[in-house]
C-alpha cells in the first residue's frame, strides 16, 4: 500500500515569506508526528496529533509554527516569517493507533530559506 | 534533562567485520526505545522497539539489546547495503508523547 507522502519535496522561500508544509499518512492511521532535522542531527520532536486533536505540541519553537489536522487524515504545517534557521528538512510519520507503536515516515520537505 | 547518545558518530568497516552501535539514554523514565535506519535523502526506516531491560530483537544481520543505561546494535557480518545512519530514539513515561532522537552513527561498509 502507499506509504505517507509529504508535499512540496523541496521548498525554497525567502525570510519573512509563509509557507504551508503537507503531510498525507497512510490511510487509517490515527496517529501523526511532525519532525524537524538538520543536517547531521536526528528528527527534533515538533507536535503529535491523535486523530484531529494536537494532543502534544511541546515541540513547536514559536508561536510562528502551526500545525492542522481537520478531518484526522491529512495534515499541514504553517511556518509565518520564515527564518533561515528554519531551513531543515520537515518530517511526518504516522503510525496506526497511537504513540508507542511503530512510526512510518515520510521522505520530508527540504525546505530552504534564503 | 533528558537525553540520548550516540556512539561512534561515524563507523567503517571492512564488509565481513562485525561491531556494535552504543545508544546510551539518561532520562526520567523509558516507555520505549526505538532503532531506526536513514538513508540520505529519505526519511528513517523502522528497525526495532525494545520496552524493558534484558529484551533482544533480531532481524537479519541486526541485533538490538536494551539495558537500563543503553541499547546497542550489533551487526553481524555487515555488507556494503548496510551503509546508512541509524537513529535511535526513546519516549518517556512521563505523560509527553515526544520522542528524543539521537544524532546517530554513520556506518560506511566497504565492499
Known amino acids: 500500500g502507499a506509504g505517507v507522502s509529504q508535499t512540496p519535496s523541496n521548498k525554497v522561500t525567502e525570510k519573512g515569506k509563509y509557507v504551508e508544509l503537507r503531510c498525507d499518512p497512510i490511510?487509517?492511521?490515527?496517529?501523526l508526528y511532525w519532525y524537524r532535522q538538520s543536517l547531521g542531527q536526528g528528527p527534533e520532536f515538533l507536535i503529535y496529533f491523535q486523530g484531529t486533536g494536537a494532543a502534544d505540541d511541546s515541540g513547536l519553537p514559536n508561536d510562528r509554527f502551526f500545525a492542522v489536522r481537520p478531518e484526522g487524515s491529512v495534515s499541514t504545517l504553517k511556518i509565518q516569517r520564515t527564518e533561515r534557521g528554519d531551513s531543515a528538512v520537515y518530517l511526518c510519520?504516522?503510525?496506526?493507533?497511537?504513540?508507542?507503536?511503530?512510526?512510518?515516515f515520510g521522505p520530508g520537505t527540504r525546505l530552504l530559506v534564503l | 534533562e533528558d537525553q540520548v547518545t550516540q556512539s561512534p558518530e561515524a563507523l567503517r568497516l571492512q564488509e565481513g567485520e562485525s561491531s556494535s552501535l552504543n545508544c546510551s539514554y539518561t532520562v526520567s523514565g523509558l516507555r520505549g526505545l526505538f532503532w531506526y535506519r536513514q538513508d540520505p535523502g529519505k526519511g528513517p526506516e523502522f528497525l526495532f522497539t525494545l520496552y524493558s531491560a534484558g529484551e533482544e530483537k533480531e532481524k537479519e544481520r541486526l541485533k538490538a539489546t536494551l539495558t537500563k543505561k543503553e541499547s546497542f546494535l550489533h551487526i553481524t557480518a555487515p555488507k556494503p547495503e548496510d551503509s546508512a545512519t541509524y537513529l535511535c530514539?526513546?519516549?518517556?513515561?512521563?505523560?509527553?508523547?515526544?520522542?528524543?532522537f539521537g544524532t546517530g552513527t554513520r556506518l560506511k561498509v566497504l565492499a
Open positions: 510519520a504516522s503510525s496506526p493507533l497511537g504513540a508507542e507503536e511503530t512510526q512510518y
Open positions: 490511510s487509517g492511521h490515527t496517529a
Open positions: 530514539a526513546v519516549i518517556l513515561t512521563s505523560g509527553t508523547y515526544k520522542y528524543i
